[in-house]
């Protein structure tokens, strides 16, 4: 078993306030606790509202199946509109 851990930096055009920020923010958080049964968490202050950091876990089997949730979950994070992804690492524990 292995644990992978996945930041990314995201940049929320138009968002003026943080209730704007939250209303992006937390579809997409269910949407990946739901759907692909991750552990999802905003992570260290952002600097500003129009940014936010999202650290994600998933308990994987092999490096193999790391990679495989890894694509669905940057796919789904892609796919959100109002989201800009900056920045994206990956590391194995």
């Given at each position: ?23 992006v923010l937390e579809p ?66």
């Amino acid at each position: 078993m292995r644990v992978l851990i996945v930041t990314f930096d995201l940049r929320l055009p138009g968002c003026r306030s943080l209730k704007e920020r939250r209303h992006v923010l937390e579809p997409l958080k269910q949407r990946l606790r739901r759907d692909l049964n991750l552990s999802v968490s905003e992570v260290a202050p952002a600097g500003g509202r129009d940014r936010a950091r999202l650290g994600i876990a998933a308990v994987v089997e092999h490096a193999a199946a790391g990679d495989a949730q890894l694509s669905r979950l940057t796919a789904v994070v892609e796919r959100e509109p109002r989201i800009v992804i900056v920045d994206q690492s990956a590391e194995y524990w």
